[in-house]
């Protein structure tokens, strides 16, 4: 048994010299890869490139992986590992295992499949990506009973993760972080859905409700969780931990004066919007700059005029508010905006605000582009799966556009990684630097052969 060094570009059709082929006996070579391993087993020779590049080179430059393997290289498998064993989730799963379950669940997203048969049919007509992806061939039953059974906490643990992972990776550039906070339903109405959300219903929806905070700096949620379709929002908001020296935006149905307060003690900052039937005394008008008089039409210091706005209710900010009023255009009825911060322009606050549109266009670019609409389980967790699953896949393919093709808009990226799912990558621009960088990395440190 040996292993032969090939020249560069070789191809086993067209003619090698002899003289530029080396034998090398296999007992005084370390063969690492288990790619190496699988081809000594099969043929007793490994063939390797001698010109131009060493051997590690050689198997670096193998077949290139798929568009879907690429993007699942950002996902934290150790991590998510980790939580499978501490959740024992892996237990009496007959070899259906969790990770098998999420990859199935994100080819989904991805591919945009229908149903489950769909899902069924298409993933299983890529067998040769099955051992690379460490999965066998998915059964539509086996995955509806998972989605409908195992917890969905591991997927919520995981997505939290990757949450973080990417404010983190592109928060460096910022001083202070600025938070939206909202929520969005999803209905969900018929056979099988009633028996389980005609109760939570309110009057505008049935279904379930997704809370999000989302980091407008790095344009990615950073928390979320799931609700009743009548539970308040601010119920939810007031579980957050701020963040010091943040700045939060939020609509007026998250309207809490003492949950206002809590802004004080961190040291953090909010811009909302002040109820119609609120009572207030102004203290002083601020001078308005000519250039924004157009759009700012007053800019107050106000306070609350009641401590006790209702029986049995007490209310504990007690500081100063700026009162910020601005003109919409072909609309009579301005925007009156509340917020703790003093020193920012009055334009700033009004921009401040119109930020929040971010987060509605987040829901937006998910409930259109994402496997959302149709669902492949009707229970509540697999509701729940599936959401998170979608959220995963986003956090994915931001890191993928990050590291690759940052000038291409996300749904551009998603169209054509959706077209080519197990086609090969194409190194070129971002992911060809990258590789060549690995690539020279591992070279430096390998044993080169002169012949």
Sequence with gaps: MSITFLPLNHRRKSGVRKSNLAVI?????????????????????????????SPLSCFCNMK??????????????????????????????????CWHQLVFMLYAQLAAVP?????????????????????????????SD??????????????????????????KNYTHALYLIDSTSFTLKGRY????????????????????????????????????????????????????????????????????????SKNARFVTRFKDNVSLSVIESRIIPDDDKAVILSDEMVKFKNT??????????????????????????????????????AIEIAMLYKSRWEIELFFKWIKQHLKIKQYLGRSYNAVRIQILTSLIAYLLLSIYRQKSQPQKSLWILLSEVRG???????????LARERRRKTNLLIDKQLVFHF
């Design 64 to 97: 290139n992986i798929s568009y879907f393997e690429h993007i699942m290289k950002a996902f934290p498998r150790q991590y998510f590992d980790s939580l499978v064993q501490q959740f024992q989730a892996d237990k009496y799963s007959k070899g259906f295992t």
């Design 308 to 345: 006790h706005p209702r029986g049995g209710k007490r209310n504990w900010y007690v500081r100063p508010l700026r009162r910020v009023t601005v003109a919409r255009e072909g609309n009579p009825v301005p925007l009156i905006f509340a917020t703790n911060d003093m020193e920012s322009p």
């Design 420 to 430: 080519a799912l197990f086609h090969p990558v194409s190194f070129d621009g971002g």
């Design 25 to 53: 006996p296999l007992k005084t070579t370390t063969v690492r890869n288990k790619f190496e391993e699988k081809k000594v087993a099969e043929t007793g020779n490994i063939e390797v490139n001698l010109m131009n590049a």
């Design 193 to 264: 859905f009633d028996s389980w959300t005609r109760l939570s219903r309110n009057g505008f929806t049935q279904g379930i409700k997704l809370h999000l905070l989302y980091n407008a700096n790095v344009s990615s949620p950073v928390d979320c969780s799931f609700t009743h379709a009548n539970v308040n929002d601010l119920t939810e908001g007031m579980k957050l931990n701020l963040e010091e020296y943040a700045t939060y935006v939020f609509d007026k149905g998250y309207c809490d004066y003492n949950w206002w307060a809590s802004f004080e």
């Design 115 to 143: 149903s489950l048969r769909s899902l069924e049919a298409s993933f299983n007509f890529h067998t040769s990506h099955h051992p690379r992806l460490g999965c066998p061939p998915v059964r539509r039953s086996t995955l």
């Design 146 to 171: 998972a989605n409908a059974r195992r917890s969905c906490d591991i997927f919520f643990q995981v997505a939290t993760h990757l949450m973080s992972f990417v404010s983190r990776r592109i928060r």
